[in-house]
């Protein structure tokens, strides 16, 4: 079966995916930055003027945090768990890939169009519009480190734990629709999520768990085999980028630190091989 891929970054599924289907094409989205002062203000001002000062201000003290600390020790465990050792991404032939400010470009679509791909595979780009997600005629699915629908959109690991839900940790497959991570649930399941866990950790283990769903839903996909649920029967609920400022990961670090005392621990639950262990 042929697909695009279309992603921000993530490469695990798609590494996994490469050995069972054909890859025709790869789209990476790359939002610019805003580099001038001026472009700083005026985000800024775009941001009071959509949300109010209080939450501006609370995303953006995060934000400085998350650039100044947290990112770093983020990325150097992302790093490690899917890339050991400096391990570069490659593929075993020649791909054509786009690089793209927004996915919903002209460009893109174009592009897309001129693959014939069966299936779009999306994994962390911004809203697909319409005209982009029905290119396909198998359709566009797309990979959420949340259980939908109870949390949608941002951050879905952080508002489960926040709220006290650590059931409600894991990993959605679904189809791209109109809503934001409201299409038609291929594979969805929970994760573990331990005492010594941090939110990295967590993260990496939704999407090592994804990646595995990803490649089954595709080949279900390619047999027509596939098979959906809608899920009505609990409180669909979207979590907003903004909505996570330094007040809500204050408060996450106090919440975690009092839940962690009722979770396993990762020891004892998945205790190391002979061989790890006694070195």
């Not at 109870?150 to 189809?175: M, N, Q, S």
Request: charged share 25%; glycine share 6%.
């Amino acid at each position: 079966m042929r697909f695009t891929a279309c992603h921000l970054g993530w490469h695990v599924w798609d590494k996994q995916a490469a050995a069972r289907f054909w890859i025709v094409g790869v789209v990476l989205e790359r939002r610019p930055l805003a580099l001038s002062a001026r472009e700083k203000i005026e985000r800024r001002r775009r941001m009071v003027s959509r949300y109010g000062l209080s939450r501006t201000f609370n995303k953006l003290l995060f934000n400085r945090l998350r650039s100044r600390l947290l990112s770093r020790t983020d990325a150097s465990a992302m790093r490690d768990s899917f890339f050991p050792g400096g391990t570069a991404v490659a593929y075993s032939r020649q791909v054509p890939t786009l690089v793209v400010e927004s996915i919903n470009d002209a460009e893109c679509m174009d592009f897309i169009r001129a693959q014939e791909a069966a299936v779009l595979a999306v994994c962390g780009t911004s809203v697909l519009k319409p005209e982009v997600f029905t290119l396909a005629p198998k359709g566009a699915i797309n990979i959420h480190t949340g259980i939908t629908p109870e949390y949608r959109c941002a951050d879905p690991i952080f508002w489960a734990l926040y709220r006290g839900e650590p059931e409600k940790v894991g990993v959605t497959i679904h189809f791209v629709d109109r809503g934001i991570d409201t299409g038609a649930i291929i594979h969805q399941e929970t994760v573990p999520v331990y005492a010594e866990d941090s939110l990295a950790t967590i993260a990496i283990r939704c999407v090592r768990r994804g990646a595995e769903l990803y490649s089954r839903a595709l080949a279900e996909i390619e047999s027509g085999s596939v098979r959906t649920i809608v899920r009505r029967d609990v409180p669909s609920r979207a979590f907003l980028s903004v909505d996570l400022g330094l007040i809500q990961y204050v408060l996450f670090r106090w919440k975690f630190r009092r839940l962690a005392s009722r979770l396993p621990s990762r020891i004892i639950a998945e205790p190391l091989p002979m061989a790890e262990a006694r070195r």
